[in-house]
């Protein structure tokens, strides 16, 4: 991941050298989850990653901490199968950090109500009431934020069970390609960044814009724009071909797609062996080309502190 790492480093400068090699480190580490494997970003070609990067940085101005602390890099499958590919993801974390920078928007909760919790709901004008039931783990039924605008106006803002999982489902569907890059903890993350872009499309944010200024809500707006750009980008495309009548006469078929060449690379030379009648079998290693290295190292003995 030489690229990635030099591309950082021009970035954010060399004083951070630590930390890009920490984060880089976590990142390599994700796995993308798919029926009969995984994959991860060593699967990803470099220029594909760094292309990503590229895009985030030329679209959300992010700090060195910023970037370190809300993104993450995830491995996903191109909608066509051909290929891997990789998608940033900035938290939620990072939407509430410049919703509340000015301090006149609070956020007061973003929570889950699960099945079993005590809720009540009074309009996108009141804060919703929840009581929690202790050690809760029952499934999630609603996600909720509330806020308020000058310690005055309240405001809420919700995505029901039906609301949720349709964000999981196209999430892994359109914009991941079949994978799930994230565990039970990071989908709840996904759906605060849900809930923040709801609160974008709310009558509320009328009122919020004056209170947020003009350099936070232009930052919300690339937020969304950004991520409705790798949405479109994503989107399932015709793998049909057309005569001048508009009849199918033919569909696109690939001899292998990106996982089925995963699955091939991970085969190995079986260890054989010369059958003689007056000696011992001798066995065969497989060749130094088959063993797969590692791809990326770092060192851990640096003062800098990660974040």
């Not at 995830?74 to 919703?99: C, G, T």
């Not at 399932?236 to 078929?253: L, S």
């Amino acid at each position: 991941m030489h690229s990635v790492i030099s591309m950082l480093t021009q970035q954010f400068g060399v004083n951070h050298h630590k930390s890009i090699n920490q984060w880089l480190a976590v990142q390599l580490a994700k796995k993308g989850i798919y029926e009969g494997g995984f994959i991860t970003l060593q699967d990803v070609n470099e220029k594909v990653i760094t292309d990503e990067l590229t895009r985030l940085f030329n679209t959300i101005p992010l700090t060195a901490k910023q970037f370190f602390n809300y993104v993450s890099i995830l491995p996903v499958l191109s909608p066509d199968a051909l290929q891997f590919e990789a998608i940033a993801h900035i938290s939620a974390d990072f939407y509430r950090m410049v919703i509340t920078a000015k301090k006149a928007v609070t956020l007061s909760e973003q929570h889950f109500v699960r099945k079993g919790d005590v809720f009540e709901t009074q309009g996108s004008d009141r804060h919703v009431q929840h009581s929690p039931l202790t050690d809760n783990d029952a499934a999630i039924t609603l996600a909720y934020l509330n806020g308020s605008i000058e310690g005055d106006l309240a405001f809420s803002v919700l995505l029901n069970e039906d609301e949720l999982n349709a964000v999981k489902t196209t999430h892994i569907d359109t914009f991941f390609g079949g994978i799930n890059p994230f565990d039970d903890n990071q989908w709840r993350d996904v759906y605060l960044v849900a809930l923040y872009r709801r609160l974008m499309d709310e009558s509320v944010f009328l009122s919020l814009e004056p209170a947020l200024g003009e350099n936070q809500v232009g930052i919300l707006e690339q937020l969304k724009n950004w991520h409705v750009e790798r949405y479109d980008h994503n989107a399932i495309t015709d793998n049909k071909f057309y005569n001048r009548f508009g009849k199918v006469v033919a569909t696109k078929t690939f001899k292998f797609n990106a996982l089925e060449r995963k699955s091939q690379k991970a085969l190995t030379r079986p260890s054989l062996e010369v059958v003689s009648s007056n000696e011992t079998p001798i066995a065969r290693e497989p060749a130094a080309s088959a063993v797969n290295a590692p791809l990326y190292a770092y060192s851990e003995n640096e003062d800098e502190e990660f974040g």
